[in-house]
């Protein structure tokens, strides 16, 4: 399996994709792509959100898209940096400067249990998968309105849109020319499907990473239930040890770790609330949907949200690295996110999930 070479591949921390007919690695046209209706608002510092994109349009977000004043319209590139009206962030998927979120179908790849009397026990091969067509899309959107709910809903954010890793990279490089002080990304890959070719790509990730101190990364840490320690395996990029990296993993309503949540002392940072979460989902334009979902997913962008907090009442953190907002954090955490840096005792996962890569555990729609 190649990393990060299909849509949502590398996009949620809990199922595999592959594509299906009308997939959207087709390209779209630019005039498919929903205009802003939002004029966008200038920010003291960038908090980017490299997902799916967003409903830029949604009433809860549209007033908070991070503008850019050196693009004063959608089809030049005035500011010279090689995106073309790029006035609320970009997708790298198209290569446009519309991120919308779509939501749209595609075939899921699970895996068959193989042995009944452990509920958790999955073979990860080839030969054990099966397709199941599901609905994808709205990940993006949940997850930036998180963002703005746990900020405060005053700080603007930057929507970037990816499928794979190289425009992952792409997306974290065009954040940091930025000066993105947050970047958040609530997806990742199990080390176990990387190949030769995606090992030279994650290097290189890595590096960009660590390379990158005045920047807080934020990573979901995965929904498969995993001690990621005991068990010898690695979600990247969560798993990357960086004093600029935060990897978050979920609670429960009752702040207890979340039955999903995979944990790994030293390599899952902070728990933050990831079940049920009510926050946007796109819909018609003007239209106010909202949804419920659950995931790691769902507590980075909570984490996100906080750190944007702290760097707004304390300006001075600006001018610093990042490892002293991420300390700062830590130090919070105590109070205002619950931490378990412990293996799991007498927690297990009642509805195992599939190992693969952070689309929610759970979606329900609000009536």
């Not at 609905?135 to 949940?142: D, E, P, R, V």
């Not at 970047?183 to 070719?197: E, R």
């Not at 899952?268 to 995931?295: E, F, Q, R």
């Amino acid at each position: 399996m190649k990393f990060l070479t299909l849509f949502f591949s590398f996009y949620f921390v809990l199922t595999t994709f592959a594509q299906a007919q009308n997939g959207p690695n087709i390209q779209i046209p630019l005039q498919d792509n929903p205009a802003f209706t939002s004029k966008g608002r200038p920010a003291p510092f960038t908090v980017a959100i490299i997902d799916t994109g967003v409903d830029y349009n949604h009433p809860q977000l549209s007033h908070l898209i991070k503008l850019n004043p050196l693009e004063p319209n959608e089809i030049q590139d005035n500011d010279k940096n090689g995106y073309v009206g790029d006035r609320f962030g970009f997708d790298f998927i198209h290569h446009d400067n519309r991120p919308y979120d779509f939501i749209e179908q595609i075939l899921e790849v699970r895996w068959k249990k193989i042995k009944e009397e452990d509920p958790e026990f999955y073979e990860f091969n080839e030969d054990t998968k099966y397709l199941v067509p599901t609905w994808i899309g709205g990940h993006g959107t949940h997850v930036t309105g998180i963002f703005v709910n746990s900020s405060g809903g005053q700080i603007p954010f930057l929507p970037l849109r990816i499928s794979n890793l190289d425009e992952l990279i792409e997306a974290i490089k065009y954040a940091l020319s930025k000066n993105a002080k947050i970047i958040n990304l609530s997806m990742g890959q199990y080390d176990i499907f990387l190949g030769p070719a995606e090992i030279i790509k994650v290097n290189a990730l890595e590096n960009l990473i660590v390379k990158a101190k005045d920047t807080l990364f934020v990573f979901a840490a995965g929904n498969e239930n995993l001690d990621m320690i005991k068990e010898n395996i690695c979600l990247i990029p969560a798993c990357i040890k960086a004093e600029n990296v935060l990897s978050v993993g979920a609670l429960n309503d009752k702040g207890n770790l979340a039955s999903f949540t995979n944990i790994g002392d030293g390599l899952v940072d902070v728990y933050a609330p990831g079940v049920n979460i009510l926050s946007a989902w796109p819909g018609p334009l003007g239209a106010n949907n909202s949804k419920m979902a659950s995931g790691t997913s769902m507590s980075a962008p909570y984490v996100s949200g906080i750190a944007a907090k702290i760097l707004l009442k304390n300006p001075n953190l600006l001018n610093k690295k990042a490892k002293f907002l991420k300390k700062k954090i830590l130090e919070m955490s105590k109070m205002e996110i619950k931490m378990f840096t412990k293996s799991r005792q007498n927690i297990g996962a009642k509805n195992p999930l599939p190992l693969g890569v952070c689309y929610p555990v759970q979606i329900s729609t609000l009536d």
